[in-house]
């Protein structure tokens, strides 16, 4: 069984993340077994916006893998990213401070951020922190995208 790293698809012998232990890949991410099983981000792309559908749990220590993949995805050329939470189970305060992060990137490259699939616990920290009236937010991933194709 092989973990893979979630910035390059690196692939790692999972006898190396025993006790606890993480590995520096050469893309210069740290993963660990942690990072593969609490959470993990899929992108596809729908002409020129990308989806980033997340799933799993986000917590301070899956944060820095999904960060890594979502700042190369900063990097694309693209109208606009989807964040779609519909397979997120649980978010820490880190949830926030990812998007965040995400979206001072992509604002500096003029590339829109909205969000979708927020439910439970997951809208609750996007509300307190003032994110929902700041990003546009959509109950799923189809909507989101209408709205790209709608704006053109």
């Known amino acids: 069984m092989s973990i893979q790293c979630p910035g390059c698809g690196q692939e790692y012998d999972v006898t190396l993340f025993q006790f606890g232990r993480k590995v520096r890949c050469s893309c210069g991410l740290e993963i660990g077994l942690l990072h593969q099983l609490l959470a993990e981000v899929h992108v596809r792309h729908e002409g020129s916006v990308c989806v980033a559908e997340l799933s799993g749990e986000l917590r301070a220590e899956t944060i820095g893998s999904l960060l890594g993949s979502l700042r190369s995805l900063a990097e694309l050329p693209a109208d606009g990213i989807i964040l779609d939470f519909r397979g997120v189970t649980f978010a820490t305060n880190s949830a ?44 799923c991933a189809g909507e989101a995208l209408e709205y790209f194709f709608r704006e053109r």
């Open 96 to 139: 926030p401070t990812l998007v965040l992060e995400l979206w001072k990137n992509l604002r500096a490259r003029d590339t829109q951020l909205v969000l979708s699939g927020l439910k439970g616990n997951v809208r609750k920290l996007f509300e307190v922190t003032g994110l929902v009236r700041k990003l546009p937010v959509f109950s």
